[in-house]
């Protein structure tokens, strides 16, 4: 058993033996047990009731060994016997008593099935007087029903002979109709086709004639058209790149115009803050280029050949010409460079 308790009570009954003595305790047991239960049961009772043999053994010996830790899950009589063949005995007897038993419910049965054909064959025969009366008034009716049908035949024959021949008159004459209606359907299905015929041959006249002339045509259209909006393009990017570059020119005018307007800007108030003496530098920083201007020609002139015999002439006409300098710049800027202690050095001006 896997109860705790009833496992601790196996463990004391069967601990250190081994499987076969375990065997030869719960055996000896149930013998035991079986004896005692064989003396109180008839031998007929053993024989023939072996399940209620096994149910008391399996009662009576449960409780001796739960003690020992051990249930019965199943007992059964696998066979009974004894030395003396006093159960095989019984066996005969038993089957003696079944064979005399079926002998006799055979001589039974075989009588009873005797009386019993004999009243179906009387049955049978008074079923066989039945039928053939029957069948006789039957076979009477029949003939009469059957000649009621001959002449009905006879007659719906005849009605549906004319009734055919009517049928057959209709027939030809709609079938007449139904030819003069596929003519007609054959010549409107003719006059359809020779339609489609016209125009199939105008479509193939359109399609090989007047649409590649359409197509060459849209084609020269498309031609001239993308011409004309290329040409218009070209003199939009043209304008575009000239109205750039204008723009950019006139960007970069009105910026030097503004950069030389403030650098005038910057030297009028330079003029205005240091008066005569931003006047005076002025004119001296365009002495050497005015100077340029006026011996410009000179530079052309290979050699100069002055005709005078007298030096000191030569020494005096310098010395008039760095005279008139000054009147000359005061009349072109209106700065007199006379005032100017080196200038009235080398002119000997005095003011």
Request: glycine content about 4%.
């Amino acid at each position: 058993m896997t109860e705790k308790e009833l496992l601790a009570v196996a463990c004391e009954q069967f601990l250190g033996k081994n499987v076969q003595d375990i065997k030869n305790v719960v055996l000896q047991t149930l013998e035991g047990h079986l004896r005692s239960i064989l003396g109180t049961l008839t031998v007929e009772q053993i024989y023939q009731d072996r399940d209620q043999f096994a149910k008391l053994v399996r009662e009576v010996a449960a409780p001796d060994v739960g003690r020992m830790g051990i249930e019965i899950l199943s007992f059964t009589i696998k066979d009974v016997y004894d030395k003396v063949d006093y159960l095989s005995s019984l066996g005969k007897t038993q089957t003696a008593v079944v064979q005399r038993d079926a002998d006799i419910g055979v001589a039974e049965a075989e009588r009873d099935a005797g009386i019993r054909e004999a009243e179906c064959k009387r049955e049978m025969l008074d079923m066989k007087f039945m039928a053939d009366t029957k069948i006789a008034d039957s076979k009477r009716a029949f003939e009469l029903q059957k000649s009621a049908f001959s002449e009905e035949v006879n007659i719906k024959t005849a009605e549906a002979q004319l009734a055919y021949e009517l049928q057959g008159a209709h027939e030809q004459q709609k079938i007449r109709q139904e030819e003069i209606e596929i003519e007609v359907v054959q010549r409107k299905k003719q006059i359809a086709v020779e339609a489609q015929e016209i125009l199939r041959t105008e479509k193939e006249l359109i399609a090989t004639v007047r649409r590649p002339a359409e197509a060459e045509a849209h084609r020269m259209q498309q031609i001239a058209e993308g011409e004309k909006v290329k040409q218009v393009l070209l003199a939009e990017a043209e304008a575009e790149k000239i109205r750039k570059i204008g723009e950019a020119e006139a960007a970069v005018i009105e910026a030097m115009g503004k950069a030389e307007a403030e650098r005038m800007k910057l030297k009028a108030e330079a003029y205005q803050k240091y008066g005569d003496s931003a006047k005076m530098a002025m004119v001296l920083e365009a002495l050497p280029q005015i100077a340029a201007k006026v011996a410009a020609p000179l530079t052309k002139v290979d050699e100069i050949v002055v005709l005078t015999g007298d030096n000191s002439k030569v020494t005096s006409e310098v010395n008039r010409l760095l005279a008139e300098l000054p009147a000359s710049v005061h009349a072109l800027t209106g700065v007199d460079l006379s005032k100017i202690p080196l200038i009235q050095k080398a002119t000997g001006v005095q003011v």
